[in-house]
């Protein structure tokens, strides 16, 4: 387990893109399983009316900084080799590192054709890549047939790493209540990591990304859907980031 800063009550893991596939490559040598989350200012707000939510967050194998504000508050504490571990650039860098390390892939979630579009993708990119297989669930949860189904393909698969794309929390709650269930090492919840290696929505400047300004990126992409999520979360997060900072309240890791 890494370290954590506490960011809310959330246990965000100290790592950056170097130490994030270094602890995945020793879990699958291992056949440690787990799950993995990154995790940005969503995923914490999320988390502050939600304490199932919260546990499965601290519960994960990592929870990886996936926002710049996430940097910045391991920084604040003194952990100055902390960089963001991005779901889209994890994703990279763990299939090239698979390129020349036995390890199996399987995606799972994202649009219709997203995951087969993803996969192929991936594959022309990382030629040496080991691809299981795909799954493109409903917009709802699996019901007792398709969890079977769904099962007994990732039995067949035997993947070592299972990508989810979905979105946050649904994403982490599929990972938590699944991985007992699946012949998977690790899941890792990559949200729109799918949507963007897949060619299907484009990715903020790098820049922007850099400077945490990805969220307004995004904003001025899906604004009816996402203008709720950052005009609410992203000012109150700041509010209370800056009562933890000052001692005001405390946010202990449950």
Known sequence: M???VNVLGVGVSVLNLRTAVAAIAGAVRARRKGYICVTGVHGV???????????????????TPDGMPMVWMGKLRGHSEMRRVYGPDLMLDVCAWSEKNPCRHFFFGGAAGAAEALAEKLKARFPKLE???????????????????FAETVRAARPDILWVGLSTPK?????????????????????????????R??????????SGLEWLYRLCQEPRRLAKRYFKNNPVFALKIAGQLCGFKKYPLE
């Open 201 to 210: 929505v484009k990715q903020a400047p790098r820049w922007m990304q850099r």
């Open 2 to 4: 890494t370290n954590r």
């Open 171 to 199: 994403q982490e709650k599929f990972m938590a209540e699944f991985l007992p269930k699946l012949d998977a090492t690790l899941m890792i919840g990559v949200g729109a990591a799918f949507d963007f290696h897949s060619g």
């Open 45 to 63: 707000m999320e988390a502050q009316d939600d304490p199932a939510f919260r546990k499965i967050l601290n519960e994960a194998f990592l929870c």
């Open 131 to 149: 691809i299981a297989g795909t799954f493109t669930p409903p917009f709802r949860p699996l019901n007792a047939g398709e969890e079977k189904q």
